[in-house]
């Protein structure tokens, strides 16, 4: 859903993200051996064998902040989105059609999570995959078709719409700039056009930490019979990760090239302001819009299975990661004898504290550029410190515990400080004095904000650790590739 709507707003601009398939092999051949080799359950657990237990107690709460504000208000969003796309005109009870999709799909997808566990999550995920997969074809070819082909397309859209890598300085440097008043000049940035530089040095940091250290994606590499099936599945991956840009962007721009060109006027109608701009709220539901307008009647419901599949299988995955970290690295720490039943029922109950807090985190995201903008830029202030802490510590054995604690604070702090200066904003409050430091702080390019918390975090954990004793080479040497210093 957020892909498509990028899409329609921005083009292919936010591709990036979607073509680093090479993180998945770093997960299968570097990254994921050790954590296999570590026997660890959750990622937490593999900071307190490689540094401390501190470290592990503040990335449990870390991972945990980010999938209520990421994974779990985003599905939940999604789905309203996809709701009120399909239904427009539903409203039961005062709520309309945006909520009772929302509501009912934390049902369901609760549901089936807590009765089956993580094998019902692979195993409905591994079905829907075929799903999605097939109902986004189907989207693009009948978009295609409904807008007259490839050609038309590119036509109306124009080239800025299909360029990958964005000018650090773009036309219309004006509107898209804000000047500092104090400075006298205009700063390059706070260009919010996706500029090549960030997109260059900042995707790949968010990508790495995702798909190599994020208990979402690792948990189902730990499930692995072994190294060779999970290499085998990261490979697999790697290949469907590339496939969003072509079944999900596209068809965002086909949407908005069908109501740029009026060939469909509800459409139209739906995505475009009154002065033929895109109206960045409808445009989230890009996706459902095409499935409801381009598709046959008789393949129509399929897609809609496949969306709400699509949504189903994020929220269960992340239903079922939270609760092992709720359970593992916080509640069974506290309550060691607990029994298994005991565990299992207090992850579900933590589980359903953490939707209701993600409900109410919903107006935050209503208030973003765009679903997927919203999505990139919390992941750009909270993956810097985690990034670094795994990729540097599995390769320097030289950095220890504070080093990582002091690290994790630093760029956590610096994340939150940046996510409470922009909330206010977001939800509607009173934009920031022009030229005052809350508002150059809020007006610098998320990106660029995320590649100063990774240099920082960098210099914290190497300044630190050399600046206090080693650790023990023994304890930790299955936690770190040996050649490095």
Known sequence: MGLAGS????????????LHAWCLLVLGWVMGPFFMRSKVFTMPEFLEKRFTPQARTVLSLISLFA???????????????????LLPDVNIMGMDSFWIGSILLIILTGVYTITGGLRAVVYTETLQT???????LLVTYFGLKALGGWDKLREICGTDMFNLWKPVVPEGV????????EAGRQAW?????????????????????YWCTDQYIVQRILGARDDKQARRGTIFAGFLKLTPVFLFIIPGMICFALAKSGLNADIQQRLLNGDGTVNREAAQGSFAMLVTHVLPVGVRGIVVAGLLAALMSALAGVFNASSSLFTMDFYSRFRPKASQAKLVRVGRIATVVMVVIGLLWI?????????????QGIQAYLAPPIFVVFFFGVVMKRLNGPGCLATLLTGFAMGIFRLIVDTPVKLGGAAYAEGSFLWVVNNIFFQYYSLLITIVCIIVFIGVSYATKAPAYERISRTYLLYFV
């Open 189 to 209: 940035y706070f260009n919010d056009k996706y500029p090549w530089p960030a997109m260059l040095f900042c995707a790949p940091i968010i990508g790495l930490w």
């Open 67 to 85: 999938y209520i504000v990421t994974k779990i208000a985003v599905g939940i969003f999604a789905g309203g989105v996809v709701f009120r796309a």
């Open 7 to 18: 899409g329609a707003t921005d083009g292919v601009a936010l591709a990036h993200y979607e």
């Open 130 to 136: 075929f799903v999605k997969i097939i109902g986004a």
């Open 174 to 181: 004006e509107s898209t700039w804000a000047p500092v008043k």
């Open 363 to 375: 107006p935050v995201i209503q208030g973003a550029k765009g679903l997927y903008d919203y999505l």
